[in-house]
Each structure stands twice: as C-alpha cells, then as structure tokens.
Nanobody, 131 residues
Framework: QVQLVESGGGSVQAGGSLRLPCVASFSEYTYSNYCMGWFRQAPGKEREGVAA???????KYARSVKRRFTISQDNAKKTLYLQMNSLQLEDTAMYYCAADLGCSGGDVLVRALRVEDFGYWGQGTQVTVSS
C-alpha cells in the first residue's frame, strides 16, 4: 500500500522556478522495490511522463524538461521532489506524483515513462506558467 500527497504548485512567470514535494507512505517491506515518477497533464492532452527515479537514485527525464528539471528523493523523509527551473508556458499542467511497485533496480534507465506502469497516484497539483 502506497499513499502519495504532492503539493507546491502555483503560478509563476516564465523563467521562474518551483519545487514540488511528494510525501510517500510505503510499507517497509516494499521500500526497495519501487520507482517514483512525475507526470503532467494539460487540458485536452494525454498525461505524459516528466521524470522518474528508482530507489537508489537512477533518474530519467523527458527530453522536453531535461537540463531544466531535477527529480530527487529524501529517503529518510520518504519525500520525492521535482525541482523545476526555467519554466516555460508549455510546462503549464496538472502535475502528478506516482509510484510503480514493480520496478527493479536500474529499470528506470531503460524503460519509458508509461502511465500504465504506475499503479499509485497522488491527487495532483496545478502549475501555471504565465508571460
């Protein structure tokens, strides 16, 4: 069982930054068998993967956000983060934290960020970028 609560969204001008935290509650026996991801969905568009990270810190990013966004985690606090810099109008979306409990070590480096692979989701936090 995993519970996820993301926050930190808001409005920001283009070129600005936001950091989104996601507090995760994992059962102890599942902690080493997971990947965490950030997804986003704009109105009228499909939900798309933004970034993912496994239990030991391997990370992957969508090309559209690479070099601008950073995914990280604080294992002691069981918190996932998405640091978003140089925000663009195209980054406007609802951002979701997600967990995949079927993810082995290193999988994040080779697998695509697929919505279908993530079985646990937060409620989302809105990010709006304006000019």
């Amino acid at each position: 069982q995993v519970q996820l609560v993301e926050s930190g969204g808001g409005s920001v001008q283009a070129g600005g930054s936001l950091r989104l935290p996601c507090v995760a509650s994992f059962s102890e026996y599942t902690y080493s068998n997971y990947c965490m991801g950030w997804f986003r969905q704009a109105p009228g568009k499909e939900r798309e993967g933004v970034a993912a990270i496994d239990s030991v810190g391997n990370a992957k990013y969508a090309r559209s956000v690479k070099r601008r966004f950073t995914i990280s985690q604080d294992n002691a606090k069981k918190t996932l983060y998405l640091q978003m810099n140089s925000l663009q109008l195209e980054d406007t979306a609802m951002y979701y934290c997600a967990a995949d409990l079927g993810c082995s070590g290193g999988d994040v480096l080779v697998r695509a960020l697929r919505v279908e692979d993530f079985g646990y989701w937060g409620q989302g936090t809105q990010v709006t970028v304006s000019s």
